[in-house]
């Protein structure tokens, strides 16, 4: 059974940070795009980070391009999204998703049950 267990939500202030984690078991994590998807109140949910298998590609979202990086611990099995600067926009649901193949253009095979990242103004 495939599962992914996000970690680190919580309420700041703008200008602080935040780090998220994710644990993923029941797959072979290495092989697997990962990623971070966020969805604000009554707005799609979108990816905002991305990245590969090996972890030599990432991805950004144009808004957290700067602020925000992703990592993997493929030893772990753990991703990572590391939230600098943040902004009262980057309050959302942050789910954590794994794709076997594209993850950006194309719907994620398996999602966290997501955790709420708040910023106050």
């Known amino acids: 059974q495939v599962q992914l267990v996000e970690s680190g939500g919580g309420l700041v202030q703008a200008g602080n940070s935040l780090r998220l984690s994710c644990t993923v078991s029941?797959?072979?994590?290495?092989?697997?795009?990962m990623g971070w998807f966020r969805q604000a109140p009554g707005k799609d949910r979108y990816v905002v980070a991305a990245i590969t298998g090996t972890g030599g590609s990432a991805y950004y979202y144009d808004s957290v391009k700067g602020r925000f990086t992703i990592s993997r611990d493929n030893a772990k099995n753990m991703v990572y999204l590391q939230m600098n600067s943040l902004k009262p926009e980057d309050t959302g649901v942050y789910y954590c998703a794994a794709a076997a193949g594209e993850l950006v253009r194309a719907p994620p095979d398996y999602w966290g049950r997501g955790t709420q990242v708040t910023v106050s103004s």
């Open positions: 029941g797959l072979t994590f290495s092989t697997y795009t």
